[in-house]
């Protein structure tokens, strides 16, 4: 079993920037990659960054491209996501999750087996 906990979420004002980690445990050692995924009031879940368990491959949504950075301490069982140059079109709840399958498309979150409980992002303009 694989348990995902997120945290560092809150409010922000344009341009901020906040640090979102996610605590992994259990058998987390065989995933073939972590993501970020963020679903708004009334939208589809998005898929925003993903990290390959390596680290040597990431991919990120055009939107958040040059502003998110995704990244992952095996050491600490922690992956993150710095968030820098904040929008309000960022307000969210973002959530990660674990991938176990090999698939075309890493930011699809259909892809995804485990996922944590998420962590609320708001953005004011």
């Known amino acids: 079993q694989v348990q995902l906990v997120e945290s560092g979420g809150g409010s922000v004002q344009a341009g901020g920037s906040l640090r979102l980690s996610c605590r992994t445990s259990?058998?987390?050692?065989?995933?073939?990659?972590m993501g970020w995924f963020r679903q708004a009031p009334g939208k589809e879940r998005e898929g925003v960054a993903a990290i390959h368990f390596s680290g040597l491959a990431t991919r990120y949504t055009d939107s958040v491209k040059g502003r998110f950075t995704i990244s992952q301490d095996n050491t600490k069982n922690t992956l993150y996501l710095q968030m820098n140059s904040l929008k309000p079109e960022d307000t969210a709840m973002y959530y990660c999750?674990?991938?176990?399958?090999?698939?075309?498309?890493?930011?699809?979150?259909?892809?995804?087996?485990?996922w944590g409980q998420g962590t609320q992002v708001t953005v004011s303009s």
């Open positions: 259990g058998n987390i050692f065989n995933r073939y990659w």
């Open positions: 999750a674990a991938s176990f399958r090999l698939g075309p498309d890493v930011l699809d979150h259909h892809l995804y087996d485990y």
